[in-house]
């Protein structure tokens, strides 16, 4: 691909991201994980919900972030006093023990959660790349820490852009609210907006619930998972 037709977007890392997440990644070429931010201390770092019987249910990964004042994602530790990944394994196979491809697919989240995490990001990124295979993604994927770039909000994003040669970049609809669109159009770099509408797709549990973890996705469909997210894009982009 030509590098003037390069698309670039800029996220948070979270814990299971939703589909949204995983809709940018695939519009895009290259994916930066913006994990040098300040941490939202009720966002979706360190969580996400799957779905029970009585509705959307929070899975939670215990932090450390009392305090360390205002810190970074990149800072934050996990709080591993509690069993917190056993119990996450153990109330999503409780959840999904009738989708068809749990026990295809929970094993390799099992063994991933069991290992001896420190840092909630690197948690994350381990996370996220497990459901990209899941997903048949394969995108250039980098942290924002490790650029060297700084910046104000708006000013930094284009410099990630400039930094990778991508002349389009792709956004949430939300940052319509702070987006400096005449810095981007000054430097003939194109904003493309998600407005991102969710699938449909057979599902536990009852009348269909959207936004959950993408998690919910791959349990209940497996190998089509990737195409449906993929007719997804392809609506989008018309």
């Known amino acids: 691909m030509s590098q003037t037709n390069l698309t670039l977007c800029v996220l948070q890392p979270g814990y299971l991201p939703w589909l949204g997440f995983f809709d940018q ?29 009585d509705g959307p249910h929070w899975l939670t990964v215990p932090v450390r972030h009392k305090g360390l004042g205002w810190p970074r994602i990149n800072e934050i530790e996990i709080d591993n006093q509690s069993a917190w990944a056993k119990k996450h394994v153990g109330t999503i196979r409780q959840f999904y023990a009738k989708a068809p ?7 390799m989240l099992e063994n991933l959660l069991s290992k001896p995490w420190t840092l909630l990001v690197e948690l994350d990124v381990a996370v996220i790349t497990l459901i990209c295979t899941w997903l048949g993604l394969e995108r250039r994927v980098v942290c924002s820490s490790s650029l060297g770039i700084e910046g104000a909000q708006s ?13 389009r970049y792709l956004s949430g609809s939300s940052a319509k609210n702070y987006l400096d669109l005449d810095l981007f159009a000054r430097n003939q770099v194109a904003v493309i907006w998600q407005e991102y509408r969710h699938p449909m797709y057979p599902q536990q549990h009852g009348e269909f619930v959207p936004y959950l973890s993408a998690l919910d996705l791959v349990l209940n469909c497996g190998p089509e998972s990737s195409g449906i997210l993929a007719r997804q894009c392809v609506e989008e982009d018309k």
């Open 101 to 107: 491809y749990t026990t295809e697919y929970l094993p």
């Open 25 to 53: 990644m695939r519009r895009s070429d290259i994916f930066v994980i913006y994990d040098d931010v300040q941490y939202d201390k009720h966002g979706w770092r360190n969580r996400n919900r799957i779905k029970s019987p």
């Open 155 to 167: 000013e930094r994003l284009y410099k990630f852009c400039e930094h990778f040669g991508a002349r």
